[in-house]
């Protein structure tokens, strides 16, 4: 190779390189886990404030031989308090999602892997029987109106697991946050007495001390009403 | 193209993408794409009721003719929250003279329920036959002074840490209308350098019209200053703040109001 040439081979050699470097850690990005921005979502859940979850109750008629305490009236709403924040700040989405996943006790059949496996869990998702409704007060501040719009029927009765889903788009990102949450789905409310007020269209909302009554879980509770309902746990199909 | 230029071209060529490849660093640095930037973790519990998880203010008012469940005398317009301020996981600290540490802010927003209805013409109304109810959040802050009491750290004097409690004093009239379950928003703010760094936590006020507890004590207070007023459980039998309160309206005559709906009706 010619001499002149020496220095230029050189130079196009270290801006390969200096390239090379500058590239490297995009690739490297790509390549590993990384932690993105996120939505933080707080909910606070206020028809049960001692369990710390939502209630919906359907108004079914008592059993008879019901040996626990129960009131008329139904509430096909649960409501919960709701605070979005992206990097501390309190900031309005573009879109809530709710998606709902009934909880289920089945006797498993053949395929159960221990004895102790008598029942197992199964979660089936019944998003489509809630609508969820944000109403933002304040930016990032507000209430989530979680409305039941399906049948008023007793295999309905569960612990529901309520799952929030948050997105804001922010520049070119799109950015997301989660949170859990309960609802529970009575036949029949379980306080010690109700009280029943006359809306002004004429309609009339049901409100209750303790809807759970006794019970300190909602699980146990829609399976008592559940047997009392001649819908006793099912058999793994 | 003559042969001198072809090495400077490519040089030129070469310079050039090594500039360009140092620039996406800038434009992705840009506020065109969502950071995770620094924040300040706020945390706050509430003290009135612990059960619950919310703090209380309670009117007072005189028990109303055939209210089916417990009462007891007194008030309390104070609702008392439990408070730390961290930043990359620390508490904060700063001189009692100096420029001032962690500003405290809060908001309240007062929780209605409203019945939807049809407007006038019919053509706007609830979505579905189930949103005749809904909530209807009202801005209530001016209502509500919070002061943090911060604590000193090891008890040195003339220096305070991020560390305390919140007291939050209800300022307004003391009237059914306000009988309900609030909202109350935290924010904590400092300034390191140019920037702003925040953080919220959400909190619950219950305002309840008079105490629905077992039982009651007064303390009278020094000096004849009047006296406090304290509870085993204001809210008693209630496991919500929101149907106490609903009750509770429901007996001083207060009605549900009406809110037309926003969703175009469709034959």
């Not at chain 1, 944000?134 to 309520?162: C, F, S, T």
């Not at chain 2, 009135?48 to 005398?73: A, C, H, L, M, N």
Request: charged letters at 20%; one cysteine or more; glycine letters at 8%.
């Amino acid at each position: 190779m010619r001499k002149e040439y020496y220095l230029p081979a050189v130079a196009s050699l270290l801006i390969f390189g200096l390239l090379f470097s500058s590239i490297a850690p995009v690739g490297a990005a790509i390549a590993r886990p990384k932690a993105l921005p996120v939505l933080e979502i707080t909910t606070i859940a206020e028809d049960d404030e001692l369990r710390k979850t939502g209630v919906i109750v359907f108004g079914l008629p008592v059993p008879t031989g019901w040996p626990k305490p129960s009131e008329p009236g139904f509430d096909k709403l649960a409501q919960y308090k709701i605070l979005v924040t992206y990097n501390g700040v309190p900031v309005t989405p573009n879109l809530i999602v709710c998606q709902v996943f009934e909880k289920d006790k089945i006797a498993p059949g053949k395929l159960k892997q221990f004895y102790e496996e008598l029942v197992k869990t199964v979660v089936i998702d019944v998003s489509d029987n809630f609508f969820c409704k944000p109403r933002w007060g304040k930016p990032g501040v507000g209430v989530l109106d979680v409305y039941y719009l399906g049948p008023q029927h007793k295999e309905y009765i569960a612990d529901n697991v309520m799952v929030v889903y948050a997105s804001l788009k922010v520049g070119r990102s799109t950015i997301w946050g989660t949170e859990i949450q309960d609802i529970c789905t009575l036949g029949w409310s379980m306080a010690d007495n109700s009280n029943s007020i006359t809306k002004p269209d004429g309609s009339t909302h049901w409100t209750w001390d303790n809807p759970l009554g006794p019970f300190v879980s909602c699980e146990e509770a829609s399976i008592w009403q559940k047997v009392y309902m001649d819908f006793p746990i099912q058999g793994e199909p | 193209m003559n042969k001198k230029y072809l090495l400077p071209a490519i040089a030129t060529v070469l310079v050039l993408s090594l500039l360009l490849s140092s620039a996406q660093y800038a434009f992705a640095a840009n506020n065109s794409v969502a950071i995770i930037g620094p924040k300040l973790v706020v945390t706050t519990i509430p003290e009135d009721d612990q059960v619950r998880e919310k703090g209380i203010i309670v009117f007072g008012f005189s028990e109303p003719e055939g209210w089916p469940k417990p009462y007891q005398p007194g008030d309390d317009w104070i609702s008392q929250h439990k408070l730390l301020v961290t930043y990359n996981g620390l508490p904060l600290f700063w001189p009692v003279t100096g420029p001032a540490g962690v500003i405290i802010k809060c908001n309240v927003l007062e929780k209605d329920k409203t019945n939807v209805v049809f407007n006038k013409m019919g053509t706007l109304g609830p979505q579905f036959p189930e949103e005749n109810l809904k909530t209807h959040l009202v801005d209530v802050s001016d209502f509500f002074i919070c002061k943090p009491r911060w604590k000193s750290p090891l008890n040195i004097a003339g220096f305070l840490e991020s560390v305390g409690v919140l007291d939050v004093y209800y300022i307004g009239p003391p009237d059914p209308t306000f009988i309900a379950d609030n909202i109350l928003v935290v924010q904590a703010f400092i300034t390191v350098g140019r920037t702003l760094v925040t953080g919220a936590d959400i909190q619950d006020i219950c305002v309840l019209g008079w105490s629905m507890a077992s039982n009651h004590l007064t303390v009278t207070l020094p000096n004849g200053r009047g006296s406090y007023h304290t509870w085993d459980n204001p809210l008693g039998p209630f496991v919500s703040c929101e149907e106490a309160a609903l009750w509770q309206r429901e007996y001083l005559g207060v009605e549900i109001g009406t809110q037309e709906g926003t969703t175009p009706v469709y034959d």
